[in-house]
């Protein structure tokens, strides 16, 4: 039951550029909807890569986006703006936020929700929109990743690596995946990767040639760059698509580039945050028709790492940065 919405709101703030203790608790006041979005009373939130680097200043919030961070979270409809239709007030919904989900309160606009899914707490719920938004536009539209396709995904163990295992395997395909200890790879496993390599024991290169007989991969989702880059051009099969959303070991490197001719590969990429409402729109619609029913039924659901109180968002940082998670980090907001 949605209770009368305060002026002032408790959110977690970055204090200044730097480490997980910077971000601290301050009063603000409570978003107004407009035209077009909704105002959520936030169950639960999201933690993600994206975050840590804001926290950092290395990853400023687009124009008009809030200043605080939280890019997912789940909730309750408490207000509507004009023109928001699909809504009533006290549904149940998640959502895709450009910033600002670490607060009791986020304004966003309601094509960027989509309904809890049935059988999900807030907390699994808040798990879902970052990660399923990310892999959905880049692996099967970008990507192109279809039934019988061979798809390795690096990071496997992390909240966007488990997302992709699962929907990957929903879907057809034969699923190879990178991660860095034993305990990550047979995790990885036990969500239907059918090739978990652990990649401070194994050559992948040589690992995708030896499990595809010697063809390489359909689609490569990288967040490593670096010199993974050069050793995906390797990997990839010919005519294949390599989708980059993220660096982690940096945006340079040395490749032969001819791979890409003698192998008519792609290499695409994107970010999410500052796509346009209508775009995120889109991509929420097609999350609804084809994933949606999968998570319903459990076929496909969110690996939950950590859960820690709002006010405690610098613990999830650190959490986060230790890199010994598996699967997704959430903020218990309620």
């Known amino acids: 039951m949605i209770e009368t919405i305060p002026a002032k709101m408790t959110a977690i703030a970055i204090t200044t550029p730097g480490g997980p203790l910077v971000l601290k608790p301050e009063r603000r006041d409570v978003p107004e909807p407009a035209p077009g979005q909704i105002l959520i009373k936030v169950r639960a ?46 549904d149940s919904v998640v959502a895709l936020t450009p910033g600002g989900g670490y607060a009791e309160y986020v304004a966003v606009h309601g094509s960027n929700a989509l309904p809890l899914p049935a059988g999900f707490t807030f907390t699994e719920a808040a798990a ?20 019988g396709d061979r798809f390795l995904v690096h990071g496997g163990s992390s909240g966007i690596g488990t997302t992709a295992i699962q929907l990957a395997k929903a879907f057809g395909t034969y699923v190879m995946t990178t991660a860095g200890s034993q305990d990550k790879c047979e995790a990885c496993l036990r969500l239907g990767a059918d090739r978990a390599i652990n990649y401070r024991e194994e050559d992948f290169v040589a690992a995708v040639k030896e499990a595809t007989g010697g063809e390489g991969v359909d ?26 959303i ?89």
Do not use: C
Request: glycine share 10%; charged share 25%.
């Open 246 to 334: 993220a660096f982690l070991n940096g945006p340079k490197a040395t490749a032969d580039f001819s791979k890409l001719m003698v192998k008519r590969l792609v290499h695409t990429g994107s970010t999410l945050r500052a796509r346009t409402v209508e775009f995120k729109g889109e991509v929420a619609a097609a999350l609804e028709q084809k994933v949606w029913p999968l998570l319903a039924s459990r076929q496909v659901a969110p690996v939950m790492d950590m859960i820690f109180p709002l006010k405690e968002a610098w613990r999830a940082h650190e959490r986060m940065e230790e890199g010994k998670h598996i699967g997704k980090i959430v903020l218990d907001v309620a």
């Open 45 to 90: 939130a999201g933690v993600n890569r994206p975050d840590v680097l804001q926290r950092k200043g290395a990853y400023p919030p687009p124009p008009g986006a809030s200043d605080l961070p939280g890019l997912e979270v789940s909730g309750e409809v408490a207000a509507l703006g004009v023109g928001a239709e699909r809504w009533r007030i006290g």
């Open 219 to 244: 689609v490569i989702l990288d967040m490593v760059g670096g010199d993974y880059i050069g050793r995906n051009y390797e990997a990839a099969a010919v005519e294949g698509r390599i989708v980059q």
């Open 128 to 147: 879902l929109p970052e990660t399923f938004f990310t892999v959905w536009h880049n692996v099967f539209e970008r990507g192109g990743l279809k039934a």
